[in-house]
């Protein structure tokens, strides 16, 4: 495919200043989201105006909007930004073609064979913010990652206008939520006009009535990602707003949501005259995507039996979570009204087109949409290997007269895209020392070589890193005070006292109750030794949003909150508001530890842990979700299985002995030079671990060979579909 050769007449939906000819190139640059991986890109942009380009946070459409033009002049007769300029060109239209990519070498005969990737949220850049957390940001590295690897991959999502939630916490603790409001002219996102002009590319029915549905693309290196818009003026003005907010508004809109994710995001593909030979649903959110297929078939003259097969054939569906509320289900009632008759074109009563999303467990009042994928998937995967195990035993009630280890549900362990999650400096270093072409080896021998990197170069690079992380947060404490939206005694718990001389222990994630944030606060009195020893001191910085409807997450942000507020912790606890991608990327690169307490074994993967590994951040966790493929005794510590406990005490109590046995003194432990050679070890291990075996591109090859490829060319596996 070489769908970045329109790029030229993308236009900026706000023009920029005029650029300078020898710099015209920028525009392109800064609307393809490639940029945000390529280093000579992102260098570039920040060469341009560095106070600028952190103000905008890193978004390079605002940067070229606001530098003033003078500054671009004087660059375009600078040698070093001009040679710099050229690298990054000559890249971006090297991205224009596949030819030389890992898929066309290995996979040659599938060379133009669409891919099709669906999912409610994609985390691709913080200023697009489309997503909550952990499952868009997969879906966002894995495109990244399809891009880079040369799959003809096309995403399709929702352009949710209103975003997810920007989070403010009161004094009290209680967390509010604003609208996180697109901003337009500062997105590189182009409408895609419909027929005769309309500006509706294709028309969904649900609840009685039509819903146009608008198109906007984004492109994300060489892939395209098609998000669908419901605000027209030409709808119902109660169906504008469906697809104005990510995860709000209760069952009703949700169910509306997926709807027209599913069978519009299929008839967009189609107005757009892409066949993909192969469709992955991330999670069943997009399960409707494989009902609309089938009508498709049926509609063209197959069997509703011989429809339902086809789409199998070339389905792949990935399940993210063992938490049973994670899984949508909805009224069978409310389905029915939602489809209002659709079942006609499949051929089919409405109790047949119920029973696809059919749970035993749930019984027949219920659609559960991970019924209803893995129902119309041949290929069904987990994202670890401990999530692979949870998973058949949580299914066995679908395929009763099977073994639940001979279930048909594999695993992909989840990974994360390295150019985008590991530090420039790591990178450089890395360069440096194992030479061209490390970021693309998963050899064994190749990173066995970390081991060896100078321990004062590692030290002094994260000492950097961690210096960068602290002074965005003074700096971010001193933006939101002069502006008022944070009150003088909120300054300290907001992180302005962090020393960057400290072990400092970072904990970043949804606050949902099962990862249990306050879990190091069980036993006050202990924890409050450690952080305010007065030789070797912890600090703990925590960051993350709870999502709005969950009280006990909220109350468990509050409960946290209090304590970054109490005098007893001498300001060595903080709270970070508003976490988010570019948040995320400055903590894990700038803790010394990353923390991670979920109940085993409710945390299918986890991928925070992973980008912290690839910047040399050890990880503490229970042994959960990748943790049970990662741990190795050198990378960090684990809390094992029989330790956790639901009330969480003996996990707790495990957790301080650690802390105070061996990561405590290992940190502190210094040499004549002051450096703490045990801890530096575990760090080389970390780097070791997560570049070798948790990156995204081991897991979007392992997409690629185990499950695109056989879907696409068939396979001799025999076909097993779960009970009807
Ligand atoms: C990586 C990431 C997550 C997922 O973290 P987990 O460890 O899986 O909980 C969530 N939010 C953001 C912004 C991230 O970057």
Same mark, same amino acid.
């Given at each position: 495919m070489t769908l970045l050769a329109d790029a030229p007449q993308i236009p900026f939906i706000q023009t920029p200043p005029a650029l300078p000819g020898r710099l015209a190139g920028l525009a392109h640059l800064a609307q393809n989201l490639a940029w945000s991986w390529n280093r000579d890109a992102r260098s570039l942009f920040k060469a341009i105006d560095e106070s600028l380009w952190n103000r905008t946070r890193h978004n390079p459409i605002r940067l070229l909007q606001l530098v003033e033009p003078g500054r671009l002049d004087t660059l375009a007769t600078d040698p070093v930004f001009c040679a710099r300029y050229d690298r990054a060109m000559q890249w971006l239209a090297s991205e224009r073609s596949d030819e030389h990519t890992w898929y066309a070498r290995t996979f040659p005969e599938l060379r133009g064979r669409t891919v099709a990737y669906f999912c409610a949220e994609f985390g691709i850049h913080n200023s697009v913010p489309i997503y909550s957390g952990g499952l868009g940001v997969l879906a966002g590295d894995h495109l990244k990652t399809a891009s880079d690897l040369g799959i003809p991959l096309v995403a399709v999502g929702i352009l949710y206008r209103n975003g997810y939630f920007d989070q403010r916490i009161r004094v009290d603790g209680w967390q509010e939520d604003s609208d996180a409001r697109i901003e337009f002219d500062g997105v590189p996102l182009v409408p895609l006009p419909g027929r005769n002009g309309a500006r509706h590319l294709v028309t969904v029915n649900t609840f009685g009535r039509d819903i146009h549905i608008r198109v906007w693309k984004m492109q994300v290196g060489r892939v395209p990602v098609y998000l669908l818009d419901s605000d027209l003026e030409e709808n119902h003005p109660e169906d504008r707003p469906l697809l104005s907010k990510l995860y709000s508004g209760g069952p009703a809109m949700r169910l509306r949501q997926e709807w027209l994710l599913g069978v519009g995001g299929v008839r967009a593909l189609r107005a757009l005259g892409i066949d993909p030979a192969a469709w992955h649903a991330n999670e069943g959110h997009a399960a409707f995507m494989m009902v609309e297929r089938t009508r498709e078939l049926v509609a063209n003259g197959l069997s509703y039996a011989d429809?339902?097969?086809?789409?199998?054939?070339?389905?792949?569906?990935?399940?993210?979570?063992?938490?049973?509320?994670?899984?949508?289900?909805?009224?069978?009632?409310?389905?029915?009204?939602?489809?209002?008759?659709?079942?006609?074109?499949?051929?089919?009563?409405?109790?047949?087109?119920?029973?696809?999303?059919?749970?035993?467990?749930?019984?027949?009042?219920?659609?559960?949409?991970?019924?209803?994928?893995?129902?119309?998937? *041949? +290929?069904?995967? &987990?994202?670890?290997?401990?999530?692979?195990?949870?998973?058949?035993?949580?299914?066995?009630? $679908?395929? %009763? !007269?099977?073994?639940?280890?001979?279930?048909?549900?594999?695993?992909?362990?989840?990974?994360?895209?390295?150019?985008?999650?590991?530090?420039?400096?790591?990178?450089?270093?890395?360069?440096?020392?194992?030479?061209?072409?490390?970021?693309?080896?998963?050899?064994?021998?190749?990173?066995?070589?970390?081991?060896?990197?100078?321990?004062?170069?590692?030290?002094?690079?994260?000492?950097?890193?961690?210096?960068?992380?602290?002074?965005?947060?003074?700096?971010?404490? *001193? +933006?939101?005070? &002069?502006?008022?939206?944070?009150?003088?005694?909120?300054?300290?718990?907001?992180?302005?006292? $962090?020393? %960057? !001389?400290?072990?400092?222990?970072?904990?970043?994630?949804?606050?949902?109750?099962?990862?249990?944030?306050?879990?190091?606060?069980?036993?006050?009195?202990?924890?409050?030794?450690?952080?305010?020893?007065?030789?070797?001191?912890?600090?703990?910085?925590?960051?993350?949003k709870a999502h709005p409807a969950d009280t006990p997450g909220k109350q468990i942000l509050q409960n946290v909150y209090q304590f970054t507020r109490d005098p007893q912790f001498e300001g060595r606890v903080a709270f970070v508001e508003d976490y988010g991608m570019h948040l995320a990327h400055l903590l894990v690169q700038g803790v010394d530890l990353w923390m991670n307490m979920p109940r085993v074994p409710l945390e299918a993967s986890g991928t925070s842990g992973m980008k912290a590994a690839l910047n040399g951040v050890p990880q503490l966790s229970t042994i959960d979700g990748w943790w049970e493929e990662g741990y190795e005794g050198n990378n960090g510590w684990a809390i094992e299985p029989e330790v956790d406990d639901d009330a969480g005490l003996n996990t707790a109590n495990r957790l301080y002995e650690l802390l105070e046995q061996e990561v405590v003194p290992r940190y502190y432990d210094r040499d004549k030079s002051e450096l703490p050679r045990r801890w530096l070890t575990m760090m080389k291990h970390a780097i070791r671990v997560g570049g070798q075996q948790f990156t995204a591109r081991r897991m979007v090859e392992q997409y690629a060979r185990a499950y695109y490829a056989p879907s696409i060319l068939g396979d001799s596996l025999p076909d097993d579909p779960p009970l009807a």
């Open positions: 429809a339902v097969k086809q789409v199998r054939n070339c389905s792949v569906f990935t399940t993210h979570t063992p938490v049973p509320a994670g899984h949508d289900h909805f009224s069978v009632d409310e389905v029915r009204q939602c489809a209002n008759g659709y079942w006609q074109e499949m051929g089919i009563d409405a109790e047949a087109f119920l029973r696809i999303g059919y749970h035993p467990e749930s019984g027949s009042g219920v659609y559960h949409m991970t019924a209803a994928s893995v129902r119309l998937s *041949r +290929r069904v995967n &987990a994202v670890s290997r401990r999530h692979g195990i949870v998973t058949r035993e949580m299914s066995r009630s $679908l395929w %009763p !007269n099977r073994p639940a280890e001979s279930i048909p549900v594999g695993h992909v362990t989840n990974g994360v895209h390295l150019a985008t999650w590991m530090s420039n400096p790591i990178m450089k270093m890395l360069d440096e020392h194992l030479g061209p072409g490390w970021g693309h080896s998963s050899d064994p021998a190749l990173w066995e070589q970390v081991l060896t990197l100078d321990d004062e170069t590692l030290w002094y690079t994260h000492q950097r890193l961690k210096n960068t992380f602290m002074r965005m947060v003074r700096e971010e404490a *001193r +933006r939101a005070f &002069a502006a008022r939206e944070m009150e003088t005694t909120q300054l300290v718990g907001a992180g302005t006292l $962090l020393d %960057p !001389n400290t072990l400092t222990i970072g904990f970043a994630r949804r606050f949902a109750t099962y990862k249990r944030a306050n879990l190091i606060f069980r036993d006050v009195e202990r924890l409050k030794r450690l952080v305010t020893n007065t030789q070797r001191p912890v600090q703990i910085v925590f960051a993350g």
